[in-house]
């Protein structure tokens, strides 16, 4: 029976529902009640690519419906053999649950991937399959230990609303292997940057003491022309002796200016004018 040999009044769209197409379709179908419409054809569609179904189907024009039987991918398991054509259906998504208060089917959604797996290419090849819920699937109750389910109800569509055919060769294959193999990120050799130099006009005794720039480091340094002697003294802590009775005297090591400068006999030094605002012991 095909689409011109059923008689269907003008405008008749076929867009049951979840619940309609386990109820009305898919229970009578397992039951083997008949259907007022044989509306949906009967195939084996895990023989075919997704793309030669519309031409199968009864009725349809963006989606086709089927009755399939299933197989088991394993004698003795439980899991759907998914192999489909050229290629293979894969699960997407959780599995939703058909019928209140009680479940009476199951919906899955599957994707085709043209090629083998697990290489293959994902397509826009979209499938909805029923199943029966609360059905005793186990190998020991079939006499045909392949044979899942007698029946399943399958929607069939692209997303795209066309007819896409997709033929993997094994170059493809092969280029989608190398395209997803892990490569190491190209490290180029590093340049380090010449360092800053002041500009004549500097004065020389201003010139030994300029900030250079270490490639190696992240923060400006200050360099000066001093000996290892003087660092080690600049880096060791003071005593606490030499700061109770004695003051510092901030510019002994300045070479380029005078004493007297700074300050005379008659002027405190900058500690000894801090050291008058410490606070002092109460005296009775």
């Known amino acids: 029976m095909t689409c011109d ?10 867009h049951p529902t979840d619940d309609e197409l386990v109820m009305h379709y898919l229970c ?7 259907i007022a419409v ?16 519309p031409d199968m189907a009864l009725y349809g024009e ?28 894969k699960a997407t998504g959780a599995d939703k649950p058909i019928g209140k208060p009680k479940a009476v089917g199951i919906k899955k959604a599957l994707v085709f991937y043209a090629g083998k797996a697990p290489r293959g290419v994902k397509t ?8 029966l819920a609360n059905v005793d699937r186990s190998a020991g109750k079939r006499n045909n230990n392949l044979r899942l389910d007698d029946w399943v109800l399958c929607r ?13 060769t094994a170059d493809n294959q092969s280029s989608e292997m190398e395209m997803e193999m892990e490569t190491k990120p190209k490290i180029t050799k590093y340049t380090p940057t010449p360092p800053i130099h002041p500009p004549s006009s500097v004065p020389h005794h201003v010139m030994n003491d300029v900030f250079h720039f270490d490639t190696s480091e992240s923060v400006p340094t200050l360099h000066s022309n001093s000996s290892p002697e003087h660092e080690k003294e600049v880096q060791s802590d003071r005593k606490m002796n030499d700061l109770r009775y004695g003051y510092v005297d901030p510019f002994q090591d300045d070479a380029f200016t005078p004493q007297s400068q700074y300050y ?14 410490t606070p002092k012991p109460f005296q009775m």
Request: charge should be positive; charged fraction near 25%; glycine fraction near 6%.
């Open 38 to 53: 044989p509306i949906i054809a009967e195939i084996d569609l895990y023989k075919f690519d997704p793309w030669q179904l």
């Open 124 to 131: 826009n090849w979209i499938m909805h399959e029923y199943r």
């Open 5 to 14: 040999t059923l008689e269907l009044p003008p405008g008749f769209r076929f």
């Open 62 to 89: 963006k989606e086709w419906y089927f009755f399939s039987p299933r197989d088991r991918k394993y004698p003795n398991g439980s899991r759907p053999n998914r192999a489909a054509g050229s290629g293979y259906w």
């Open 156 to 168: 069939i569509y692209n997303k795209k609303g066309t007819i896409e055919k997709h033929h993997v």
């Open 28 to 34: 009578r179908r397992c039951a083997s009640q008949p």
């Open 264 to 277: 005379n006999d008659y002027q405190l030094s900058p500690l000894q004018d801090m050291f008058m605002y």
